[in-house]
């Protein structure tokens, strides 16, 4: 079993920053990669960026040059520094921990653009 929990959310002006981290314990040596999905009111959940450790990452298309994901293999930890937020970026935030047989899930954490 893997845990992991979401910090970092919150309100921001459009062309702000956030900077959102993960956690992540439990069966840590089973993590194979970390993401961060979005989703919105009405919306279906989407992927925002990806980090395989030792490996590539990965980004949704329009958040590619605003946004940053870094992973720590030896700390257990996720980062997505987010950069000119735009009001449609408002969405819950998750962090995901994916394992040779389950990809996990943390609460989500809320981020809120203002126009």
């Known amino acids: 079993q893997v845990q992991v929990v979401e910090s970092g959310g919150g309100l921001v002006q459009a062309g702000g920053s956030l900077r959102l981290s993960c956690a992540a314990s439990g069966s840590i040596r089973s993590i194979r990669a970390m993401g961060w999905y979005r989703q919105a009111p009405g919306k279906q959940r989407e992927l925002v960026a990806t980090?395989?450790?030792?490996?590539?990452?990965n980004y949704a298309d329009d958040v590619k040059g605003r946004f940053t994901i870094s992973g720590d293999n030896a700390k257990n930890t996720l980062s997505l520094q987010m950069n000119t937020l735009k009001p449609e970026d408002t969405a819950a935030y998750y962090c995901?921990?994916?394992?040779?047989?389950?990809?996990?899930w943390g609460q989500g954490t809320q981020v809120t653009v203002s126009s």
């Open positions: 980090i395989v450790f030792g490996g590539n990452t």
């Open positions: 995901t921990a994916l394992t040779i047989s389950k990809m996990y």
